[in-house]
């Protein structure tokens, strides 16, 4: 069982940034896909980079977020810029390894005065 674990959500007021960190376990993590989800109340795709470096974003991101990783520490990170309330949301990491995906437990982004 593939282990997913996310980091660095918090509180945060309109305009400011926060970091996300998403490590997994695995011998191959330059080939696995790589992401987030958000979850208030529905569903969407936050942003997701493919082990050949393709990238993908949500359009409610517009440039803000920027999604990056590390192979040689198993590590991705989503970096999110001028965070909204809007953004307030449960963001998951996911591993993505062919058809298997694999999930973090869920990480609490609010963005607030």
């Known amino acids: 069982q593939a282990q997913v674990v996310e980091s660095g959500g918090g509180l945060v007021q309109p305009g400011g940034s926060l970091r996300l960190s998403c490590s997994a376990s695995?011998?191959?993590?330059?080939?696995?896909?790589m992401g987030w989800y958000r979850q208030a109340p529905g569903r969407e795709l936050v942003a997701s980079i493919w082990?050949?470096?393709?990238?993908e974003y949500g359009d409610f991101v517009k440039g803000r977020f920027t999604i990056s990783r590390d192979n040689a520490k198993n590590t991705a990170y989503l970096q999110m810029n001028s965070l909204q309330p809007e953004d307030t949301a449960v963001y998951y990491c996911?591993?993505?390894?062919?058809?298997?995906?694999?999930w973090g437990q869920g990480t609490q982004v609010t963005v607030s005065a």
């Open positions: 695995g011998s191959r993590f330059s080939v696995y896909d």
């Open positions: 996911f591993r993505r390894y062919g058809s298997v995906v694999s």
């Open positions: 082990g050949a470096g393709r990238k």
